[in-house]
């Protein structure tokens, strides 16, 4: 049972627009989220993560916002650049209901995200 | 100089042979990672090793052994694996253990098992 899901496999958008991926989760015990960026033939890097206790953090141009409530989270790139393109895993911590490790980080499928010129 | 490096990054292996990926970090970080991706599936969590020791072992198969001889270096060693284990395999490290801290990874190695 996934309990990370990138509902989208793709999304395209112009480059100077926004781009808004999304990403929902199951486990009510995650606390931790964290958004990578993964090029072909090279594994993912890390952009941009959120602790429970905020709804929103910004760097540059990526923002992620949470919504503990609808177990929701999404990533916005405003505005979306050519460089941007890449897939975008969206992964979360905290241990589960089992009293999980905090070791492990639970990703999604990812999202292939294309910014057209 | 690259932060994580994995040799091989392609490996072909039939299900009677023993290979093994290497994964090097050159960031003097004390945790590192094994993770596989299957194809159309999430990024798998497999090992961690937090100073040599390892500290999670998420319910592998023993076809896979873990090999960590120091915290610069991890290892995987295959052997008689299966066609459904071909997939990317993806090395980390990160700082210390725990999903506080950033984890950077490895170009992975891809492996087809025939």
């Known amino acids: 049972d996934q309990q990370v899901k990138q509902n989208s496999p793709s999304l395209s958008v112009q480059e100077g627009r926004i781009s808004i991926l999304n990403c929902d989760y199951t486990?009510?015990?995650?606390?931790?989220f964290l958004w990578y960026k993964k090029y072909p033939a090279e594994g993912p890097t890390f952009l941009i993560s959120?602790?429970?206790?905020?709804d929103k953090n910004e760097d540059g141009r990526f923002t992620v916002f949470l919504n503990k409530s609808a177990k929701h989270l999404s990533l916005h790139i405003v505005p979306s650049q050519p460089g941007d393109s890449a897939v975008y895993f969206c992964?979360?911590?905290?241990?589960?209901?089992?009293?999980?490790?905090?070791?492990?980080?639970?990703f999604g499928k990812g999202t292939l995200l294309t910014v057209n010129p | 100089e690259t932060g994580v490096t994995q040799t091989p990054r392609h490996l072909v292996m039939g299900m009677t042979n023993k290979k093994s990926l290497k994964c090097e970090q050159h960031l003097g970080h004390n945790a590192m990672y094994w993770y596989k991706q299957s194809a159309k599936k999430p990024l798998e969590l497999m090992f961690v090793y937090s100073l040599e020791e390892r500290v999670e072992n998420n319910s592998v198969p023993s076809r896979f052994s873990p090999e960590c001889p120091n915290s610069s270096h991890l290892f995987l060693h295959l052997h008689t694996l299966q066609p459904e284990d071909s997939a990317l395999y993806l090395c980390?490290?990160?700082?210390?253990?725990?999903?506080?801290?950033?984890?950077?990874f490895g170009p992975g190695t891809r492996l087809t098992v025939t």
């Open positions: 486990n009510s015990m995650f606390d931790y």
């Open positions: 959120i602790s429970s206790i905020k």
């Open positions: 992964a979360a911590s905290g241990g589960d209901d089992s009293g999980g490790s905090n070791y492990k980080l639970t």
């Open positions: 980390a490290s990160s700082q210390d253990e725990g999903t506080l801290y950033e984890q950077y």
